[in-house]
């Protein structure tokens, strides 16, 4: 990871697959043993599940949790396709770094030193071969979806509706009947 910047940042300030792609294990109720989701989600994806996993749905609690993400469970069914693109920045340390990823190529930005890398994941999949310049095209489509992404997803949140006390409960409680609240 520290090759691109040989100064000597520390790992996880940067993009690339040993630190973007990080497993994710549900156990439970509702989960079907041994599914693998192999293309890709996003950490946004992780409170959607649980919360439907307690028997939530966003549906009928309009307002309740305001998300960006998407329930993983149509993913294990098999109900919904693979996300065609997916983001990811980092701001820390005077590094400002953004991820445009597709199924095949992933293109990073760092926005501090006007400097970008395109990887083709499929034939270099640990990232050593920045092919930006032979493929500009591939770069520009995904500059173009990760400047969409970013003009529909603002930095400011959207207001959210506190949860009553009666939905507070009702989390709590169930949270207690997976076991992962104690009474």
Not at 11 to 32: M, Y
Not at 77 to 86: G, L, N, V
Not at 87 to 108: A, C, D, P, W
Not at 136 to 155: K, N, V, W, Y
Request: glycine share 8%; aromatic share 8%; hydrophobic share 35%.
């Amino acid at each position: 990871e520290a090759a691109l910047y040989p100064d000597g940042y520390e790992h996880g300030l940067f993009l690339f697959e040993n630190v973007v792609r990080v497993p994710a294990l549900f156990v439970g109720q509702g989960v079907p043993a041994g599914r693998c989701i192999s293309g890709q989600v996003e950490s946004v994806d992780l409170l959607p599940t649980v919360y439907e996993l307690l028997g939530f749905s966003g549906e009928a609690d309009p307002g309740f949790l305001t998300m960006d993400g998407h329930s993983l469970i149509p993913r294990w069914q098999e109900t919904m396709p693979h996300k065609p693109f997916t983001y990811s920045e980092t701001r820390h340390r005077g590094v400002n770094l953004v991820m445009g990823r597709s199924q095949q190529h992933k293109l990073i930005q760092d926005r501090v030193n006007d400097r970008a890398w395109l990887f083709d994941l499929q034939q270099d999949p640990g990232e050593h071969t920045n092919i930006l310049k032979q493929q500009p095209e591939i770069g520009q489509q995904l500059t173009d979806a990760l400047m969409q992404f970013e003009a529909t997803h603002s930095q400011s949140a959207p207001p959210t509706v506190p949860a009553s006390a009666a939905e507070t409960a009702a989390v709590r409680q169930r949270l207690q009947q997976l076991g992962y609240v104690e009474e």
